[in-house]
């Protein structure tokens, strides 16, 4: 019976609104007072849904608490303009009818803090927009099939995993957006996992911090993914010294059919100093990835097998600058500074295209001396395409080492590397390589 006279007392203070504003607040404050203002986000989610407009704006004022289960939890389903509306949730405000001055806190929950999908809907349309989504027992923003969140200023943080992108769903993060100090204690994806057919995240924001016991520190590419790294976004992990952020790829993890596309432009694509024990930066693991005016910088893996850059089990790699980096040389497109104990780039059993790229400053880690440490390295059944490649300043025994694959050569630049004992014997390849798989 109080669920029922809630829902007729809620009818009616919609019905005589005289515009069905969309504008609501929640507040408790002197300030926050008539119809467009209720004590509670779970207050204002049903007034939204009630009023029939085909877009809501719920600003969230500091006046009340977001915080704790009963708080900072919450399921938005089927908000699109023909159910209750495209939602927008605005955080920031001090108080009722003041300008934004900040960000609002919300989460200290055991369940996720937003998820976001639909029942009835063929979408959810979300805007999250000045937020702090902080301290999730699991991952803090679900986006599940129908979903479409667009996330602006916002930060994810401090959970144990940042967004989980299902089928069908769509996530962007704007380049004022950032997701870090996540950490994911039972399956990929740190920062963000996005798996199922036509699933899509856009990421220009920072991606920091972010760890996983399993692959993909800060974003895992699973089948049916696509992830677009956008101009000027940036990937920073711990160093050398931090813990590490991934057992593959600390960066990305790019899983069989799904796709990365990190598309640098004026700015480029920035991996900063990933850890992981296999593929330091990027694991390509039977997906696809196409790489445009990327820096890798800083590198580092426990294993032998690409400090930056590992691909293998039928993987593909293409890695290029395009023709609007301001950058001089080969630097719009760089691997740098890698600290590796066998190979930068280790492809196996896959396809890799490197071209105008600078591979730079690399340092080889003995703690395995006998170890032949390369730039490249190619297994069985792998073609490694390189032109217009440069080797610089680097320390290892040789630019490429073909290990039963096969290397296709053009106008290579290699200068300045050096022995890592520090004798001289830099070589252009293995000692081992024939004619049948070295193609110049």
Known sequence: MRILILVSLLVSLVSSLPSRAAVIWVGSSPACTGVGAQGSLDQDLL????????????????????TGNGDGSYVLQNW?????????????YPDCSAAVDGITRIGDTASAIFDIGVTSEASSEVTL???????????????????????????????????????????????????????????????????????NVQIAGTLSMNRTEFNGGNVDVGAGCFVELLDGMRIIGAGPLGPVSAWGG???????????????RTNRVIFDALLAAYGGSLYVDGGLAIL??????GSQVHSREGAAILVRDGGQLFMDRTADCPLGGLRCSEIQG??????????????????????????????????????????????????????????????????????????LTIADNRHPDGGAGFSFVNRGITGSNLRV
């Open 129 to 199: 927009r000045n937020l702090l989504l902080d301290n999730s027992d699991q991952y803090a923003v679900v986006a599940s099939a129908g979903a479409v969140v667009m996330m602006e200023n916002v930060a994810v943080a401090n959970s144990n995993g940042g967004i989980q992108v299902g089928a069908n769903a769509f996530v962007s993060i704007d380049g004022s957006s950032v997701v870090e100090n996540n950490y994911r204690t039972s399956s990929n994806g740190g920062g963000i996992s996005c798996s199922g057919s036509n699933s």
């Open 47 to 66: 007034l939204a849904a009630l009023n029939g407009e085909p877009t809501d704006e719920i600003r969230l004022t500091r006046t009340v608490s977001y």
């Open 338 to 411: 890698s600290v590796h104990r066998g190979s930068v780039v280790h492809v196996v059993d896959s396809f890799a295209q490197i071209q105008r790229t600078l591979i730079e400053r690399s340092v080889y880690d003995d703690i395995e001396p006998n170890v032949l440490a390369v730039a490249l390295v190619t297994g069985r059944n792998s073609t490694v395409r390189l032109n217009r490649v440069g080797f610089i300043d680097n320390e290892m025994y040789a630019a490429v080492g073909p290990v039963g694959g096969v290397f296709e050569l053009s106008h």
């Open 250 to 264: 600390g960066s990305v993890y790019v899983g069989a059919d799904g796709q990365l596309h990190a598309r640098g």
């Open 292 to 297: 445009e005016n990327v820096h890798f910088n």
């Open 80 to 92: 699109t303009a023909s159910g209750g509306g495209a939602l927008t949730l605005t955080g920031g």
